[in-house]
């Protein structure tokens, strides 16, 4: 079985672009969860879909949204890019209701913010 | 605030040795505790998990321990191989069976196996 996907893997953008990262799930599963992994912060939830709809957000700003598609794969969208936004982006899908040992993780996307 | 504390960036520990590695947490609302592991350029990947019901769990060479009156828990390596040479996150939920959606991370130790 094929694991979760992310692309791209790096990504550089400057200060107020937005960007869009992609995540397509292990096949049959249908929630997607997404981290912001810094070292200053360590792994911070951002938001959970299932079945399209979001079921759980984390404590982050308007600025970070995404968005999950009848296939499951999902997107999630940041605007207005500031310095702070450079991270490790995780995805990680479940089957069903997300839980702690069977959440499968994608590698990343590294998004760098000059 | 840092609720959940992992207060050593990095450990070195001889092949063959135990590795320990620590987690503290202050939210008294934590009811279930999971180590993840990480390569570089992968995403983390569940080693093993333990509920507030219990003060141990163990999995082939891997043991955690929990301490609830000291809000602390440690995951044990025995013997420690080169393979597990990983960044180590400890991470807690409230109330959700370890569901993702409750999942609150420490910041990572990176173990460094030394030959």
């Known amino acids: 079985k094929a694991g979760v996907t992310q692309t791209p893997r790096y990504l550089i953008k400057t200060r107020g672009q937005q960007v869009t990262l992609s995540c397509s799930p292990i096949?049959?599963?249908?929630?997607v969860s997404w981290y912001q992994q810094t070292p200053g912060q360590g792994l911070q939830f951002l938001f959970e879909?299932?079945?399209?709809?979001?079921?759980n957000k984390g404590n982050f700003p308007g600025r970070f949204s995404g968005r999950q598609f009848s296939n499951s794969r999902s997107e999630m969208n940041v605007s207005t890019l500031e310095l702070g936004d450079s991270a490790l982006y995780l995805c990680?899908?479940?089957?069903?209701?997300?839980?702690?040992?069977?959440?499968?993780f994608g590698p990343g996307t590294r998004l760098l913010v000059l | 605030d840092q609720q959940v504390k992992q207060n050593s960036p990095s450990l070195s520990v001889q092949e063959g040795r135990i590795s320990i590695l620590n987690c503290d947490y202050t939210?008294?609302?934590?009811?279930?505790f999971l180590w993840y592991k990480k390569y570089p350029a992968e995403g983390p990947t569940f080693l093993i998990s333990?509920?507030?019901?219990?003060d141990k769990n163990e999995d082939g060479r891997f043991t955690v321990f929990l301490n609830k009156s000291a809000k602390h828990l440690s995951l044990h390596i025995v013997p420690s191989q080169p393979g597990d040479s990983a960044v180590y996150f400890c991470?807690?939920?409230?109330?959700?069976?370890?569901?993702?959606?409750?999942?609150?991370f420490g910041k990572g130790t990176h173990l460094i196996i030394q030959p």
């Open positions: 990680a899908s479940s089957s069903l209701a997300p839980r702690g040992e069977t959440q499968y």
């Open positions: 096949s049959g599963h249908r929630s």
């Open positions: 879909y299932f079945s399209e709809t979001q079921r």
């Open positions: 939210n008294s609302m934590f009811d279930y």
């Open positions: 333990i509920s507030s019901i219990k």
């Open positions: 991470a807690a939920s409230a109330g959700s069976g370890g569901g993702a959606d409750g999942l609150t």
